[in-house]
């Protein structure tokens, strides 16, 4: 197949984490894949967004841009994490729309979720109660998008706008600045400064009893490629993730064994650490056929191997 033949598929947020993962997925071969950046194509803009969709005509779109970060950039800077992300979600989805783009698979987030319950995260318990303040412009946002999809096919049957609800990811790629990661790779980056300095200890933010669901960004772009291939049989709205979680204790516990660093961590209760729990239902996915395939301790291999190789150098 020539690459005049192949389908086109835009994937807008290509430089991101879960975009440079899905670039790297060797099952996209078979398309023809656009990958503008966002000063090719603002999708807060949205004449500009409406005219390159209406120029390119994409066969199918993956929407994982967003202006995303950890806990700390969330309660900054709540205005702009709901107003870019549902400007994006706004204009993406109405430009394909208007374009005749039948497929569109737009990624949310386990934030979405609300706040309480904790654990069994499943799809139709969205909106039922009260979202984490911390980050909820951007649960917002991301639930506003989630809705035009929907709003959209039950105005048009012919359309196969998905919502895939992955868990937290990590991997080659992410962000490892400690004012804008998230979990893992700050606790990469906490634990390898620590071995470099000699440094005795690390501190955790809270008791460290919290648990998070994390899942290797690569599986996330095996899943989407998987999806792309047949868009009608993915349910309207799918939780993404292993089905299992880890307490913050044991991320620090396996990084410092993947890193090799020997110290002793310490607790700083006055912390904020968001909800105490937050594990997705599965059900769905597993019901599809698919789940990821990379253990934890081999995904913080690679993800730190990355880490050497494009940070701490």
């Avoid at 803009?45 to 995303?68: C, I």
């Avoid at 109660?129 to 999809?149: D, F, H, V, W």
């Avoid at 790779?185 to 000699?198: F, L, M, Q, T």
């Amino acid at each position: 197949m020539t690459a005049h033949d192949r389908p086109t598929l835009l994937i807008t947020g290509a430089s991101g984490l879960v975009g440079r993962n899905l670039t790297a997925h060797p099952r996209l071969d078979r398309w023809q894949v656009l990958t503008p950046s966002s000063r090719e194509l603002d999708l807060t803009d949205a004449a500009l967004t409406h005219a390159w969709l209406a120029r390119h005509r994409p066969d199918a779109v993956v929407h994982a841009a967003g202006v995303v970060g950890g806990i700390h950039a969330n309660m900054a800077e709540p205005f702009r994490f709901l107003a870019a992300n549902a400007q994006m979600g706004v204009n993406i989805v109405s430009a394909c729309r208007a374009a005749g783009v039948r497929d569109l698979i737009n990624l949310g987030s386990s934030c979405m979720y609300p706040r309480d319950l904790g654990e069994g995260l499943a799809e139709e318990t969205i909106l039922t109660s009260q979202l984490e303040p911390t980050n909820e412009g951007y649960a917002l946002a991301k639930i506003m998008t989630m809705r035009l999809c929907e709003y959209a096919m039950r105005e048009d049957a012919s359309l196969n706008y998905r919502t895939l609800i992955p868990c937290n990811l990590y991997g080659p790629y992410d962000k490892f600045d400690p004012r804008t990661s998230h979990l893992v790779p700050a606790i990469i980056d906490k634990v390898h400064r620590a071995k470099v300095s000699g440094a005795a200890q690390v501190e955790i933010w809270g008791d460290g009893t919290a648990r998070r669901e994390f899942m290797y960004a690569g599986d996330l772009a095996d899943a989407i490629t998987r999806a792309l291939e047949d868009p009608a049989r993915l349910p309207p709205i799918m939780n993404v993730g292993p089905g299992h979680d880890h307490s913050i204790n044991d991320y620090y516990h396996q990084v410092a064994e993947v890193i090799g660093w020997q110290g002793r961590f310490t607790h700083d209760l006055d912390r904020p650490v968001g909800m105490k729990r937050k594990l997705l239902d599965v059900t769905r996915q597993t019901d599809w056929g698919w789940q990821p395939g990379t253990a934890l301790t081999e995904g913080l291999r690679l993800t730190y191997e990355h880490y050497l190789q494009e940070v701490a150098r």
